[in-house]
């Protein structure tokens, strides 16, 4: 799965919950120019804040 993200942009929504329905929990890392961040996702918190 390709994401692209905006300059600037303040978060990521993660839609493999609806188009894979088995996949229950998404452990995300990134880095940014913040730094770098960690979260948990799940279907109803799929939107991680960078």
């Known amino acids: 799965m390709k994401v692209r993200i905006r ?3 303040k978060s990521v929504i993660v839609a ?3 188009s894979f329905p088995g996949i229950h929990k998404i452990a995300a890392q990134w880095l940014c120019p913040n730094g770098l961040g960690t979260s ?3 279907a109803k918190d799929n939107e991680p804040q960078m």
């Open 7 to 9: 300059r600037n942009s």
């Open 16 to 18: 493999l919950f609806t």
């Open 40 to 42: 948990l996702l799940t």
